[in-house]
């Protein structure tokens, strides 16, 4: 068990550029979530899988923000036409449902991005 | 809307010391709070989970409790270390936001200092 995995770790890119982040989960976790965190605040729900569904979508992601999770084990979270508001660390987390309450979420170390 | 306040936003004590942070959330009907620490420029670390039928959790230094009845819950770090210096979040799962979804506090930024 090697904990959940993100990369890239940084990411610059300029306004307008597309940019896709993958996150691979603790193996056995069935559910696959992503949270935007901005400087100084707590981090906000994007988006929840469990297994390849996507069952859950925050009002925050937008039409630009498209996330997939093709075979229930890694994730892929893209963003096109990047805005400089789009600047933040991105963090995965997984967790598993067999306790359906019970159950922790264990975050990667995230991916930073910079738009310039 | 669930909201959810730390209290207070950033603390210094001295090595040694016993401290308490506290949290506290809107929406009693959560499934469980849970506390994470978060190094600068890191993820989250989980450190504990309570339940909503669960009135406390223990972790080594750690002692969290939770009233659910009047939306608090403290997080209890004794015998603090320079090592615990980190940012404390709180966050829970709600019926009226999904037990999926974890609605965060923005955060106590802890210093401890040797």
């Known amino acids: 068990d090697t904990g959940v995995s993100q990369n890239p770790r940084h990411k610059i890119t300029k306004r307008g550029q597309n940019v896709t982040f993958r996150c691979d989960p603790i193996?056995?976790?069935?559910?696959l979530y992503w949270y935007r965190q901005t400087l100084g605040q707590g981090p906000e729900f994007l988006t929840y899988?469990?297994?390849?569904?996507?069952?859950?979508k925050s009002r925050l992601l937008s039409d630009r923000f498209s996330a997939e999770r093709p075979k229930g084990s890694f994730s892929t979270l893209e963003i096109q036409r990047t805005e400089q508001g789009d600047s933040a660390m991105y963090l995965c987390?997984?967790?598993?449902?067999?306790?359906?309450?019970?159950?922790?979420?264990?975050f990667g170390p995230g991916t930073r991005l910079l738009v310039l | 809307k669930q909201e959810v306040t730390q209290i207070p936003a950033a603390l210094s004590v001295p090595e040694g010391e016993n401290l308490v942070l506290n949290c506290s959330f809107t929406?009693?009907?959560?499934?469980?709070l849970q506390w994470f620490r978060q190094d600068p420029g890191k993820g989250l670390t989980s450190l504990l989970l309570?339940?909503?039928?669960?009135r406390e959790q223990t972790s080594g230094r750690l002692n969290a409790s939770l009233d659910k009845s009047s939306g608090r819950s403290t997080l209890y770090i004794a015998a603090s270390q320079p090592g615990d210096s980190a940012t404390y979040l709180c966050a829970v799962t709600g019926e009226n936001t999904g037990f999926q979804k974890l609605v965060f506090g923005t955060g106590t930024r802890l210093l401890v200092s040797p």
């Open positions: 309570i339940q909503s039928s669960q």
């Open positions: 929406d009693s009907a959560i499934y469980n």
């Open positions: 987390a997984s967790s598993s449902n067999k306790d359906r309450i019970e159950e922790t979420q264990y």
């Open positions: 899988f469990q297994n390849e569904a996507q069952l859950e």
């Open positions: 193996s056995e976790h069935n559910r």
